[in-house]
């Protein structure tokens, strides 16, 4: 039984659709990560899962009941924010208990609860406290135990590591992923993060424009993007893009383009490749090597900048007026304005139809 289950879900602001016949099961156990850039529908799909806004049409089952009109309170869930949303007159105790207190929780089985939480988030130091005498990552961490305290099927979390610093969102993630473990609960996180979401996820989906571009194990959307938009949204810096055609050669299947020929013949087409088609090759930096201008390659560019990042490189090239960002190790840094051969790794490019911008 899938522990989330959402059917043809419409929902509308005024006269402007934000979710349109959106579909989406999340297994029982599942990490689900809604990745996206800002405005494509990501907080509007948690809330509504979450009961925080009327939907328009369309079906959501939460353990399979159905709680499409269900209030909050009713929806078995627990929901941490980006904003921590602690009361700032309570202790960490009382912030964690007060759901079940306003339920009418028995007392014991309150103090049961809190001890869990607090063992499992190591907050049985800090509970004492008022908020205003925690960290950041501290407050975050009483906000999720005051969601564990629900002991509820699924947890949502909505962007709840962005008010961090770098160091502290690197910790709090790796106790998430911790967490996660250790509870195997159902969890839907929101992001705009692509680390997060790669570190985190059992599965991410990925939106633009109020639809789920694609839905899958974070290997695969790296690897196999269904669009370019996919392609483009993973990676820092991004996959390359190049234009050019297919051409059917003796039997072999050539990618041209003003900067390179790469022969796709091995590649896993869904659908035949026609000779002439418009088409893009997508390939990542990690995947173009830099060679010595003399050596077989697939073609040759001019270093016009170089971006040392500590542990490795990255090397932007002109390609005939092509730009093509290469990562190599730390130790392979060439000077600007070298003119050098690049090899691009035929096994590992994505192609794309022009004008669909659709995996072929
Ligand atoms: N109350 C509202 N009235 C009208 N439009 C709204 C309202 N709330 C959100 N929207 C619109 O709905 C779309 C989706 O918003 P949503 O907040 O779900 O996006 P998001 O992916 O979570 O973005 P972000 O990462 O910036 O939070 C946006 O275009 C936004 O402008």
Redesign the pocket.
């Known amino acids: 039984m899938s522990s989330v289950c959402i059917e043809d879900l419409q929902v509308r602001?005024?006269h402007?659709s934000?979710l349109e016949n959106l579909r989406l099961k999340v297994d029982e156990g599942e990490f689900l990560v809604l990745l996206?850039p800002?405005?494509?529908?990501?907080?509007?799909l948690l809330h509504s899962i979450a009961g925080l806004l009327d939907v328009h049409d369309g079906r959501i089952e939460i353990a399979g009941e159905d709680v499409t009109w269900a209030d909050p309170k009713d929806r078995s869930i627990g929901m941490v924010f980006q904003s921590y949303a602690l009361y700032p007159t309570m202790n960490v105790e009382r912030n964690m208990s007060f759901g079940l207190r306003i339920n009418g929780v028995p007392k014991d089985e309150i103090a049961r609860r809190v001890k869990r939480a607090a063992d499992i988030l190591h907050l049985g130091e800090l509970l004492q406290r008022k908020p205003s005498q925690l960290s950041g990552g501290q407050r975050q961490r009483v906000a999720i135990g005051r969601a564990l305290v629900r002991e509820a099927a699924v947890f949502l979390f909505d962007e709840p590591l962005s008010n961090l610093d770098a160091k502290l969102r690197t910790e709090l993630r790796r106790e998430l992923k911790q967490l996660h473990k250790e509870l195997r609960s159902t969890m839907i996180y929101?992001t705009?993060d692509q680390v997060e979401a790669m570190t985190l996820a059992s599965r991410i989906a990925v939106m633009k424009d109020g639809r789920i571009q694609q839905i899958d194990a974070p290997a695969t959307i790296y690897h196999r993007p269904v669009n370019m938009f996919v392609a483009g949204f993973l990676g820092a810096p991004g996959m390359n893009f190049l234009e050019g055609q297919l051409e059917r050669d003796h039997g072999r299947v050539l990618f041209r383009s003003a900067c390179a020929t790469v022969d796709v013949s091995g590649y896993a087409f869904q659908h035949t490749a026609v000779h002439g088609a418009k088409t893009v090759l997508g390939i990542r930096p990690e995947h173009i090597t830099l060679k010595a201008l003399n050596g077989a390659q697939t073609g040759s560019a001019r270093i016009s900048l170089v971006e040392p990042m500590g542990a490795h490189l990255v090397t932007w090239l002109d390609a005939h007026g092509q730009s093509l960002a290469v990562q190599s190790a730390a130790d392979q840094e060439m000077p600007p304005d070298q003119v050098v051969g690049f090899e691009i790794d035929a096994s590992k490019v994505s192609l794309f139809d022009a004008p669909t911008q659709q995996r072929l």
């Open positions: 602001m005024g402007v934000i996206g800002s405005g494509c529908g990501k907080s509007t929101v705009h």
